[in-house]
């Protein structure tokens, strides 16, 4: 009988690992082998360049996936009302439906955010701050807008309220956030009316160029800007920059 075939014991070597030198590292063998303030102030720069390269990373990390997690926010506050300009109907989302859902997610990944304001005149910016807990931080969106001075409003409810409106928009845009309904997007339904959004980019458009609203829903055949459908929003903005064009033109 042939005798069993013996088994073979297999080494692996695996090769030392080598270990990266960051800065730091760098800075401390400098040290030890008394490095002039020159080199020693070159390392300090560099150091300070890759820790901020660190903190954009973790921060892009971060946002990717605290974005992951947030779902589209619901739209819990109604606007109804009628005036001379006609009807206004639309549903929203506010401040404090956005951040119910956002911060718990934002928190836990680390992020955080703020704004900062200035105004100029009766112009109010707004801008959205974007911060991650290892130091990165970014100016991620920022809008304008004339003080709100509809209604009965005093001077500072007018600012206020504009201010608001700008914190949820440039949040919204910061974070890239979408509502129940997006509003971005072409209506499924050929009926389906514009959306906040799109409401305050034409009507802040007619009044920048001066155009007589109720002449242009007269024109478009509808009794308020809120009654323009979704598919002719693009026409009827197009509209609004003829008229407000040859308006100027025939001053």
């Known amino acids: ?26 800075i401390g063998q400098a040290v030890a082998n008394g490095a002039g303030i020159d080199v020693l102030e070159k390392l300090m720069s560099l150091q300070e360049r890759y820790d901020a390269n660190q903190a954009k990373k973790a921060y892009n990390g971060a946002m990717a996936a605290a974005k992951a997690e947030i779902k589209p926010i619901i739209k819990n506050r109604k606007v109804d009302f009628t005036s001379q300009k006609g009807r206004t109907n ?6 404090a439906g956005i951040a119910d859902v956002i911060d718990p997610i934002l928190s836990k ?3 955080s955010y703020r704004w900062k304001s200035r105004q100029e005149g009766k112009t ?31 001077n500072i409810q007018a600012v206020g309220s504009t201010a608001t409106f700008l914190q ?7 974070l890239g956030l979408a509502a129940t309904k997006d509003d971005d997007g072409k209506a499924s339904d050929p009926d389906e009316k514009i959306s906040e959004k799109q409401l305050t980019e034409i009507l802040e458009l007619a009044d920048s ?8 829903c007269e024109w478009a055949k509808v009794d308020s800007f809120t009654d323009i459908r979704r598919a002719d929003f693009q026409k009827a903005k197009n509209a609004i920059l003829a008229k407000g064009k040859q308006a100027n033109a025939n001053r």
């Open 124 to 154: 109010v910016t707004i801008t959205c701050v974007l911060s991650h807990r290892d130091g990165f931080s970014e100016d991620a969106a920022e809008l304008s807008a004339a003080n709100d001075e509809s209604g009965n409003k005093n």
């Open 1 to 26: 009988m042939s005798e069993p075939a013996k088994t073979r014991d297999v080494i692996t070597l695996e090769a030392p690992r080598q270990q990266v030198m960051t800065p730091m590292d760098m």
């Open 168 to 174: 949820r928009y440039t949040l919204k845009l910061a």
């Open 90 to 95: 639309y549903d929203y989302e506010d401040l």
């Open 209 to 216: 160029l001066g155009v007589d609203k109720i002449k242009f």
């Open 109 to 111: 990944n680390g992020l």
